[in-house]
């Protein structure tokens, strides 16, 4: 069984700053691409960014210059950092990941539980 766990998420005032992380662990034979999606109250969930496995990257337009995604392959561990932050970021933040194990041999999405993040003053 494989589990994605993020953390990180809080209240943080309009431009300040947050780090997610999420770790993948479980009976893991590789991982290819990882990333986090977001969702607002009321909103459909969204791309944030992601990463594939040699580094490659894609952003939403909403975060590209304030947020960076990267990952740390030893630690199968996603990791997004968050600058410059607004309201319009609060959101629950998930993270996802193209997991290939002994059982299911091809990479099959597994999502976190979701870690919430609040840009209030």
């Known amino acids: 069984q494989v589990q994605l766990v993020e953390s990180g998420g809080g209240l943080v005032q309009p431009g300040g700053s947050l780090r997610l992380s999420c770790a993948a662990s479980?009976?893991?034979?590789?991982?290819?691409?990882m990333g986090w999606y977001r969702q607002a109250p009321g909103k459909q969930r969204e791309l944030v960014a992601s990463i594939a496995s040699g580094g490659s990257t894609n952003y939403a337009l909403s975060v590209k210059g304030r947020f960076t995604i990267s990952r740390d392959n030893a630690k199968n561990t996603v990791y997004l950092q968050m600058n410059s932050l607004e309201p319009e970021d609060t959101a629950v933040y998930y993270c996802?990941?193209?997991?290939?194990?002994?059982?299911?041999?091809?990479?099959?999405?597994?999502w976190g539980q979701g870690t919430h993040v609040t840009v209030s003053s």
């Open positions: 479980g009976s893991i034979f590789s991982i290819h691409d």
């Open positions: 996802n990941a193209y997991i290939v194990t002994a059982v299911v041999r091809f990479p099959f999405r597994y």
